[in-house]
């Protein structure tokens, strides 16, 4: 375990229930009838150069850029991984509603996994993450069958850590957002860029913690019988 994962500092029932169900799921082989999907969301801030930035050229092997800068608003951006496919689709919308994500889920199950029977989507338990977003943003008849094709299962408080698509976030952050992006259509075009080289690649997450690790390196968190 890191000391820098958030847990809880006393023992919580909730919290293992939680973790120890998403830690079984995690152990699942693959299926592609039953696909894995983890989701997570980040708010991201577009920023524009208050003065043009000096470019490459001979004697200059960076690109200079000024201290200043001008906002031009926040956008959020979601991203779903299938770990053990080594999948990942990402995408930047002006905000965070449940009708934002209910369409992301959409076409989460219509388009990205069509063929599947059911997808099995980790997430966090943020309020507009469940079906009732669904009723929100569809006719009845549309949001029970896609609620019908989820299993849904929630990372306890304080659990972020797991949540793999915190790992695809960080390394999102490290190699697409490391800089300045004016505009959504930009930061989309930098995300959708970004996701296909990895995609091509396969990059997967051998997520190694166990239920049994937690029962010996989180035993504190246990209640005792």
């Known amino acids: 375990m890191k000391e820098y994962y958030c847990i809880p500092p006393e023992k919580n029932a909730a919290f293992v229930a939680a973790m120890e169900d998403v830690l079984e799921v995690y152990k699942r ?11 997570d969301e980040k708010p991201y801030q577009l920023l524009d150069h208050k003065n043009d930035a000096i470019p490459l050229g001979e004697g200059n092997p960076v690109v200079r850029e000024d201290y200043e800068y001008v906002r031009r608003g926040t956008a959020s951006i979601f991203v779903f991984t299938e770990p053990l496919k080594g999948w990942r689709r990402a ?66 408080k304080h659990g972020s850590w797991l949540n793999i698509a915190e790992i695809e976030l960080s390394v999102m952050g490290r190699q697409c957002l490391a800089r300045r992006i004016a505009d959504l259509d930009s930061l989309n075009h930098e995300l959708k860029g970004w996701q296909d080289e990895r995609n091509t690649g396969e990059k997967s997450v051998d997520w190694q913690f166990t239920t049994d690790d937690a029962r010996v390196h989180l035993r504190r968190l246990y209640p005792n019988i």
């Open 91 to 156: 995408k930047a919308l002006e905000q965070r509603t449940r009708i934002d994500w209910a369409m992301q889920v959409r076409e989460l199950l219509m388009i990205d996994y069509a063929n599947a029977e059911k997808v099995v989507l980790v997430m966090d338990n943020l309020n507009v993450h469940n079906a009732a977003s669904l009723y929100e943003a569809f006719k009845p008849e549309e949001a029970l069958q896609l609620a019908k094709r989820l299993e849904i299962h929630y990372t306890p």
């Open 29 to 39: 082989p693959y299926d592609k009838a039953y696909p894995v999907i983890c989701m």
